[in-house]
């Protein structure tokens, strides 16, 4: 009993345990271990606190916070409104295109800097190059309207249903399939 006490109190004794201690050497100890990644994650969380904690502002602050959120989404919707506006309704689109036209370049260079401006490192090519296309878009306007009316056209014209009594048949028009000579053979091979 004596050599196996003594043997035990030399791996365990002094409030220490040899095999805990060698074992920890090649694997990490689970409960440490998530002590310390619990501490990790809370200390983490404490740093995004801090950068994201707002001192208390004034009502123009928030006033001017709110505003400076606004157009990059005012630009967004507007477009996909001018989208709308150019489907619904052509011409209206067409009449204030027309007058996007009228616009001084200058004013068109001010409008390009303000915007590069404020959204950054933007480029007044891009402006121009968006002019263009909005003008060669507007000398498309006349052939769209035409087609328009083509297809309004037929839509009055005809309402797509037979009149009774009258001398059309219903399978006029209709295309007839060409003979196919397998599927004749077919056919003859199974009736027979």
Same mark, same amino acid.
């Given at each position: 009993?004596?050599?196996?006490?003594?043997?035990?109190?030399?791996?365990?004794?002094?409030?220490?345990?040899?095999?805990?201690?060698?074992?920890?050497?090649?694997?990490?100890?689970?409960?440490?271990?998530?002590?310390?990644?619990?501490?990790?994650?809370?200390?983490?969380?404490?740093?995004?606190?801090?950068?994201?904690?707002?001192?208390?502002?004034?009502?123009?602050?928030?006033?001017?916070?709110?505003?400076?959120?606004?157009?990059?989404?005012?630009?967004?919707?507007?477009?996909?409104?001018?989208? %709308?506006?150019?489907? &619904?309704?052509?011409?209206? =689109?067409? $009449? !204030?295109? #027309?007058?996007? /036209?009228?616009?001084?370049?200058?004013?068109?260079? %001010?409008?390009?800097? &303000?915007?590069?401006?404020? =959204?950054? $490192? !933007?480029? #007044?090519?891009? /402006?121009?190059?968006?002019?263009?296309?909005?003008?060669?878009?507007?000398?498309?306007?006349?052939?769209?309207?035409?087609?328009?009316?083509?297809?309004?056209?037929?839509?009055?014209?005809?309402?797509?249903?037979?009149?009774?009594?009258?001398?059309?048949?219903?399978?006029?028009?209709?295309?007839?399939?060409?003979?196919?000579?397998?599927?004749?053979?077919?056919?003859?091979?199974?009736?027979?």
């Amino acid at each position: 009993m004596g050599l196996i006490s003594g043997l035990l109190a030399l791996l365990f004794g002094g409030g220490r345990n040899v095999v805990q201690e060698t074992t920890e050497v090649f694997r990490e100890n689970a409960e440490s271990g998530a002590v310390r990644s619990a501490a990790l994650r809370q200390a983490a969380m404490a740093q995004f606190g801090s950068e994201f904690a707002t001192p208390a502002k004034g009502g123009f602050d928030r006033f001017m916070d709110g505003l400076n959120r606004l157009p990059r989404p005012a630009l967004a919707l507007g477009t996909l409104g001018l989208f %709308l506006a150019a489907m &619904i309704n052509p011409l209206w =689109f067409a $009449a !204030r295109m #027309q007058g996007i /036209a009228l616009v001084p370049e200058p004013l068109w260079w %001010l409008l390009g800097v &303000i915007v590069s401006f404020y =959204f950054g $490192a !933007r480029h #007044q090519v891009k /402006a121009q190059d968006f002019q263009r296309e909005i003008s060669a878009t507007l000398l498309r306007a006349p052939d769209v309207m035409a087609h328009l009316e083509a297809i309004q056209g037929l839509r009055d014209d005809s309402s797509g249903q037979v009149e009774s009594g009258s001398n059309i048949s219903p399978t006029q028009g209709v295309a007839q399939p060409d003979s196919n000579p397998a599927l004749d053979d077919w056919r003859r091979l199974r009736e027979a």
